[in-house]
């Protein structure tokens, strides 16, 4: 059954290519969705899928690339947007 999560994540997470570290790890996961980033220096993230690959996202977004410094992670439900694929957003 797919579900979706809307993730906010803060620290060192702009400029270091968290975004694109986020859609290369979603899609190898097979999930839909989008990240982006904030006017606050955050990263937005929108994971749709089954929930195993949804948990699995969210425990890989609390660690990111290697530049990047994670200081929280909050995921809340989301609405389904119906993506199949995963992009990054401006």
């Known amino acids: 059954m797919a579900i979706a999560r ?6 060192r997470v702009q400029g ?4 694109a ?4 790890e979603a899609q190898r996961l097979g999930l839909g969705g989008w990240v982006r980033n904030r006017e606050d220096g955050s990263v937005e993230i929108l994971l749709e899928g089954p ?5 699995e ?3 890989r977004l609390r660690d990111g690339p290697f530049a990047a410094r994670v ?5 809340s439900d989301g609405i389904p947007e119906g993506a199949v694929d995963f992009e990054i957003r401006r």
Do not use: N
């Open 57 to 59: 996202m969210i425990q």
């Open 6 to 11: 809307h993730v906010h994540v803060t620290g």
């Open 16 to 19: 270091v290519g968290y975004r």
């Open 71 to 75: 200081d929280d992670v909050q995921a």
């Open 51 to 55: 929930e195993p690959a949804v948990a």
């Open 21 to 24: 570290w986020t859609r290369d």
